[in-house]
């Protein structure tokens, strides 16, 4: 989407406007400018608030966001290797499309590419917005196929392009093509070479400060998935302990035969997911859809499930959330309530919070917001990456009772904001935000006009990856107040792909339509989002959902309870009637046209067969895979010859040359119409609807009744 379009915040940067040219200033520089970046930040902040809040009626636009690995493969050796050319494909990608935009001026922008983390990954995004009606639905699957046409008719006989979660053998001897060594003076990784980070000078600052600022490397853990002969594979003597003894920047001992470690951004930032942006009409319905759309992160991270292996090993996690949440945790030991000799973390724990008052109480240190040696340092439970903490809407239904972790913020910038006349919510979450450090100050920017920019802001909020992010307008802008979605693992097809991003953007229209209230307290989404992690998370674990959720109802009591992904997905009764029924049922309501409901049927019938287990998400198959492999010795490792099979079939998949059995529909090869002409209806969340007809909507495809232990006939969570 274009720079001032409906999204370009994404893992690795908040706008092209901050990969602009200049210099960005390493750690000890930046020490002097990180109060005034804040400060100026807040008045940028109020500045828009003031000019703009009272904004309403913007038209529902949307996009998605898609993060492609670049690989090339050696049929004979049987290896594969990171492809290190996406800068100079992603200049020829733009500069294709300004020729053609040159030489025709009908000619209309189809998609954009954006340079990522790494030298190995591009971001593809439509060349503009989605529109409100039905016929947009059927461009997103079209969209995300000329992207990938686009990239695979540059690359070499020898190169792949494929959307992969993680490149599984990233940090394991020689993996990039060309070949690099390990290590740097940005990274100082043990695994990672300096040459794998893309080349503006913002992505290396980044990597750089995080580790000045947290004082050593990162240090990240995620649980080794224990196959039969794991245990005897990784003793002493191994290679893997072997290393893990030298490693010097480590808080605790690493158990090599419990956990796989990483030590660098690259590890998390090369990641690849699949991100949804929305326009609102106002920024209270922003407010409110970000609530809900937050509630409903666990679900889909669950549900999108990709990323299962790191470091050549298998992970007895199922997603990439908590490998970048560490990987950018530029926390000191003070601030993350540790003493320099004990750690707090905790691999099955996302949200893992040590309460040891005792190790920190006499540990002082300047503190980055007060700039004052007599204060000790904030303490910070959460990560800069990780969900979200408060609740924004002032819709009547969000009760104060939902914000139940302690949130900490700026009390300074806080006062300032309320006294301006924002609200308290809106006022803590931004004074939250501000209590992280600018992590990139660009020298020829630090004196900026805050009428006339965000940078400063955008500086500081673009660096807190939550799973929702709130957006305010830019200034000077047609475009409005905005929600992204940005918890989803990336699937191999643009099947899939185009399928989780449809159903995303319906459930935020039903959601809207209905008046729905999905509200559990915050904390009770952080453990929705610590059972996502889990091995088969969709079939082995329940999640906590509210259990009253339309207006009609006439008991407002709060209700939660446990629900399996089938029952979240498909429904209990007309109580509680499944997000799939949801969408269903509001696409009756406004008589979406038949040539649209054909498409998106499929794309539910696909999230209802991954919700019940009747079809496996891509990384339960990806286990399977690698399980059933000739070369798989059953110890947790993977082997060239593994990856480098795993590699050639998931891209035959996305190409449609060969079928995966047990992760997809046999009806996803069908041709997707992607014409935006013809009959359509309005994606409408405005046309009154009375109780009567929700009920009669909802009964139409919600499960009729529980059974009488309170589990609906959708509960497939046994393990196949």
Known sequence: LSQEGIGSNNESHPTMGLLSEGTPLEWEKSKRYLQHVRENGIAQFLHVYAQLKERHGDKFLWGDEVECLLLTVDADAKTTRLCLRAPELIALLNKSAEQLASQDEAF?????????????????????????????????????????EMVAGLLRENERVVTLGSYPMMGVDVFTEPAMKPGGPVTTSTYIPDGVISPHPRFATLTRN???????????????????????????SSDEAKVAAAEPDVERPIDVSKEIHMDAMAFGMGCNCLQVTFQARSINEARHLYDHLAVLTPVLLALTASTPFFKGLVSDNDV?????????????????????????????????????????????????????????????????????????????????????IATEYDETFFKQMTDAGVDEL??????????????????????????????????????????????????????????????????????????????????????????????????????????????DAVRTQTFVTRRNIHSCKDDTEDKY????????????????????????????????DKQTREVVDRYLKLIELRATGKLLTTAQWMRQFVDHHPDYKHDSRLSQSIVYDLVEVAHAVSWGTCLAPGLLPDFYLDAVKAEAHGKAAVLNVEDPIDCAQIKTLFAKYAPSSDDGDGNSSNNTSSKQ
Request: hydrophobic share 35%.
């Open 108 to 148: 209309e922008v189809h998609a954009k590419f954006l340079p990522e983390y790494g030298k190995f990954q591009i971001e593809g995004t439509p060349g503009g917005p989605y529109g409100g009606t039905t016929a947009d639905l059927r461009l997103v699957e079209a969209n995300m196929r000329l992207r990938r």
């Open 320 to 404: 990439r959330w908590t490998v970048i949440s560490q990987s950018v945790d530029d926390r000191t030991p003070a601030e993350r309530g540790v003493s320099n000799s004990h750690s707090s973390s905790n691999d099955d724990d996302i949200n893992s919070n040590n309460d040891n008052d005792e190790e920190v109480k006499d540990q002082f240190a300047v503190d980055p917001h007060h700039n004052s040696p007599q204060k000790p340092a904030r303490r910070i439970a959460k990560s800069r990456y990780d969900s979200i903490d408060v609740f924004l809407s002032l819709e009547s239904n969000m009760k104060g009772q939902y914000n139940d």
């Open 210 to 236: 995080i580790r000045t600022r947290r004082g050593k490397k990162v240090d990240i853990r995620i649980p080794l998935f224990q196959d039969k002969n794991t245990a005897a594979t990784f003793g002493p």
């Open 561 to 592: 309870v446990e629900m399996t992904m089938a029952d979240i997905v498909m429904g209990k009764d007309t109580d509680y009637p499944g997000l799939v029924p949801l969408v269903k049922s509001y696409l009756d309501a406004i008589k979406c």
């Open 426 to 535: 809106l006022a803590k979450h931004v004074a939250h935000l501000f209590i992280r450090d600018p992590l990139v100050i660009y020298e020829e920017s630090v004196e900026q006009d805050n009428t006339a920019s965000t940078d400063h802001f955008e500086n500081i909020q673009s660096t807190n990856w939550q799973t929702v992010r709130f957006k305010p307008p830019p200034p000077k802008s047609t475009t409005g107040w905005r929600v992204e979605f940005r918890s989803m693992e990336l699937q191999m097809t643009d099947f899939e792909n185009a399928a989780f991003t449809v159903f995303i953007a319906l459930l935020s229209r039903a959601i809207l339509y209905y008046d729905l209230n999905l509200y559990i307290p915050v904390s009770q989404v952080d453990e929705n989002m610590r059972r996502a992690h889990r091995n």
